[in-house]
């Protein structure tokens, strides 16, 4: 029985590196995602029950869930060098002439994208995968190889038997342009649904593929960096005695072993086909679904490479050409401005449709006032665009030598902001610390009385999936709907007078109105939209205040004593609760059957043990999660805080916790419980 586990173990173990090779390493997968995923799941079911086969490179290690307490100094072997760089075609000559000079005649480049990532270093012994070691200062980096695992991309183990038995292997980690894409619309959706406005959501999204990348790799959790889905291309093979004689023939062999090697570097025999390389990827490269911003240009012999050696910073065979970044000029037609769901303006350049990096340019956010007045920016100036992070447009300067020479008069005319809403015309404010003006209009506004009622039939909130946006528009339009109260009036023969309403969707619609009359307080305190009030801190509220008429009444004091409820997240649910507008929504809201109060079932569940107890949570634990030792904690009237402070009561310690939180507990004197402490604190 035991030799047949075995055997299943490793034949599924096989399979899935095979079809992980097929996918990420030569782009061609030959089965689903969910035929993968049951074959994955088989495998790590097999090495639950039996763990004495569970072996270090199995492919179900790279899911992740190893958790970091730091990351280990590691001194490189070989030193990772930087590379000088250079910028014009007049540098690489200079090169080419150096190496000349140096008494070569005969020798071939080979040129290689520059992947713009975090450096890794991977050490290979016997076939394995046993280190990666960032790059660091260039003599010492961290040992990441737990978060490595996780990239599909880096076998765990290589193919064939022809490699040798030791080596590193370097190259760079990267995130795919479109996975920084996903992650940012997921982020963005997630903040909307919260109630941020853009300039916090700009503020909360990844910057660029390069710096997320880096972030991911540095995360504690190894299932965390699972989840983004890095990737990885290799390009420099070192070690004793290697069984090649140039670096070109290196690589390929390292393909043969199953290493992901770039297929768009190229051997050349000399200064003018490295030129005619950066030509064709300085335009191609926008094509590619990772972030250059170079080329890196070898030569190719090793024997050549010892003989030019090394300054004391880099080598002396090896230089970057850095790429311009991607920028052109365009009109700008018009500034536009928009409404979002909490009142926010945001100002946007419309400009005259152009070509960027592989992509058409229409637009270009201006961000707030304060953008507008410092870029000076006017209706019909030449303006600069660049992609920042090769993916977002956005205007970096004015081309005021054309100013007033363009298609448009007012172009010499200076930006007035503006200052009434664009779509209600009421007045616009600024608060103080604050970027963005708003509206304060936000129950007659329409672009906000619509957003707030998308935001309340959302799926985390009222879910109300039959009523979409569309539908929501059409019904405000129709005059049908003017705020979310509204929606639980709406009759079947209103309905019906809707375009494309049907009978079936007009009942459909009603049925999920009436179920969510069964929505929890928590989520219904969500769905009514108080800025800065998302669903995390909702539910805290809910169980803090028990009910809505004890929120409504609750001092700025009592606000603060609840877990990451700021004074300015405090004063807005004050002057939220002080409209009287909101008031008559609420009460029409209650007599319809929402749920203003936490259920029997939840109040039967929570008791007092733990009223003004604050705790912060850290660490892995054995019985519970964090989140349910949480739910706990807010059952019992505690109180979650994220970070340790002179008035922390308890830092509630697991597994690999924090290094940074265990020392600034020792240090304030802040207790320190373990979970068994924590479940004898509820359970008497």
């Known amino acids: ?152 991309s880096i076998p765990l183990r290589l193919r064939g038997e022809n490699y040798p038995r030791e080596f590193e292997i370097r190259g760079e980690i990267f995130m795919p342009k479109s996975e920084f894409i996903r992650i940012n619309e997921e982020m963005r959706n997630q903040l909307i649904e919260d109630g941020y406005d853009e300039d916090e959501i700009a503020e909360k999204l990844l910057k660029n593929p390069r710096n997320a990348a880096s972030g991911t790799l540095k995360q504690l959790d190894s299932k965390a960096v699972a989840e983004r889905r890095l990737d990885c291309y290799l390009y420099s093979l070192l070690g004793e005695n290697l069984p090649v004689e140039s670096h070109y023939e290196s690589l390929q062999d390292a393909g043969k072993w199953g290493l992901k090697v770039s297929a768009d570097m190229e051997k050349v025999s000399s200064i003018e086909g490295v030129i005619k390389y950066l030509e064709k990827w300085d335009k191609k490269r926008h094509t590619l679904n990772v972030e250059t911003d170079g080329v890196v240009i070898k030569v190719n012999s090793f024997e050549h490479q010892t003989y030019l050696g090394f300054t004391a910073k880099s080598p002396r065979w090896a230089i970057a050409y850095k790429f311009k970044a991607a920028r052109v000029s365009t009109i700008l037609e018009s500034i536009s401005y928009q409404v979002g769901r909490t009142g926010a303006i945001t100002p946007v350049a419309n400009l005259k449709p152009v070509q960027l990096a592989g992509t058409t340019v229409k637009r270009a956010s201006l961000h707030n006032a ?41 172009s010499s005319k200076p930006t007035n902001y503006i200052t009434h809403c664009p779509e209600c015309n009421t007045k616009l404010i600024r608060n103080e610390g604050e970027a963005n003006h708003y509206c304060p209009n936000e129950l007659g506004c329409p672009p906000q009385v619509k957003g707030k009622m998308e935001h309340f039939v959302s799926r985390k909130a009222m879910n109300i999936d039959s009523l979409g946006a569309e539908t929501i528009a059409q019904l405000y339009d129709a005059g049908l709907l003017h705020s979310i109260a509204d929606i639980y009036e709406l009759k079947k023969y209103d309905l019906l007078k809707i375009d494309r309403m049907a009978e079936k969707s007009a009942n459909n619609l009603l049925a999920g109105i009436d179920a969510s009359k069964g929505v929890p307080f928590e989520r219904v305190l969500f769905a009514i939209g108080i800025r800065h009030i998302g669903e995390t801190t909702a539910k805290k509220l809910a169980y803090y205040f028990k009910n809505i008429d004890s929120l409504k009444n609750a001092t700025l004091e009592q606000l603060l004593e609840v877990g990451d409820i700021g004074e300015r997240s405090a004063q807005t649910i004050i002057d939220y609760f002080a409209d009287n507008r909101i008031g008559k929504i609420l009460e029409k809201l209650k007599k319809a059957g929402l749920q203003f109060e936490l259920s029997e079932e939840q109040l039967t569940n929570t008791s007092e043990k733990l009223k003004d107890i604050s705790f912060v949570v850290s660490g892995v634990f054995s019985k519970f999660s964090r ?26 310690a697991g597994e690999n916790m924090g290094p940074e939180k265990l020392k600034k507990a020792e240090k304030l004197g802040v207790p320190i419980i373990s979970e068994d402490d924590f479940i004898k604190m509820v359970s008497t």
């Open 1 to 152: 029985m035991s030799d047949s586990i075995k055997h299943k173990i490793a034949e599924l173990s096989h399979k899935i590196e095979e079809h992980n090779y097929n996918y990420y390493v030569l782009s061609n997968p030959v089965i689903s995602d969910f035929e993968f995923d049951k074959l994955l799941i088989e495998l790590i079911d097999l090495e639950t029950n039996y763990p004495q086969y569970l072996k270090s490179d199995s492919p179900s290690q790279r899911v992740g869930g190893q958790v970091s307490k730091e990351f280990k100094n590691v001194k490189h072997k070989y030193p990772m060098l930087s590379l000088g760089n250079t910028y014009n075609e007049e540098d690489l000559r200079d090169f080419d002439e150096r190496i000349k000079k140096a008494g070569l005649t005969k020798f071939e480049y080979v040129c290689e994208l520059k992947y713009d990532g975090v450096s890794i270093s991977l050490t290979y012994v016997d076939g394995k995968l046993t280190q990666a070691v960032t790059r660091g200062d260039g003599e010492k980096g961290d040992d990441v190889t737990a978060n490595v695992k996780t990239i599909r």
């Open 370 to 410: 304060d953008i507008v007045e410092k870029l000076d920016v006017r209706v019909g100036d030449t303006v600069f665009v660049e992609k920042g992070g090769e993916i977002i447009p956005k205007i970096i300067g004015v081309d005021e030598k054309k100013r007033g020479h363009d298609l448009f008069s007012e």
């Open 627 to 652: 989140d349910e030792l949480k739910k706990t904690i807010e059952q019992n009237g505690g109180k979650n805080v994220s970070a340790i402070s002179g008035k922390t009561n308890y830092l509630l």
